[in-house]
Nanobody, 123 residues
Framework: QVQLVESGGGLVQAGGSLRLSCVVS????????MAWFRQAPGKEREFVAGIDWSGASTFYTDSVKGRFAISRDNANNTVYLQMNRLKPEDTALYYC????????????????WGQGTQVTVSS
């Protein structure tokens, strides 16, 4: 059984930083492409960043380019999201997701999801 457990969320002032972590268990981590999604109240879940199995290829939604960085440590079954220069509009529940397929931005491609970690950015 594949499990994804996120951590690292919290309350931060605008301009601050947070690093999210997601630990994966139950399958060979390096077989997955990984992604972070987020969902704000009243909005649909949206793709934030993704990384292929090797870490060589990454992709970001336009609103976080230059501020967020996704990375992975295959030896420790962990994917990270470093979030810098946070804005109030980044406030959301952040989810880690894994897929057996290639890196993609659509939610339906991802087979496994964590429970989410809350990020709140105050102005």
């Amino acid at each position: 059984q594949v499990q994804l457990v996120e951590s690292g969320g919290g309350l931060v002032q605008a301009g601050g930083s947070l690093r999210l972590s997601c630990v994966v268990s139950g399958r060979t981590f390096s077989s997955f492409a990984m992604a972070w999604f987020r969902q704000a109240p009243g909005k649909e879940r949206e793709f934030v960043a993704g990384i292929d199995w090797s870490g060589a290829s990454t992709f970001y939604t336009d609103s976080v380019k230059g501020r967020f960085a996704i990375s992975r440590d295959n030896a420790n079954n962990t994917v990270y999201l470093q979030m810098n220069r946070l804005k109030p509009e980044d406030t959301a529940l952040y989810y880690c997701a894994a897929t057996d397929h290639t890196l993609a931005t659509m939610t339906h491609v991802y087979d496994y999801w964590g429970q989410g970690t809350q990020v709140t950015v105050s102005s």
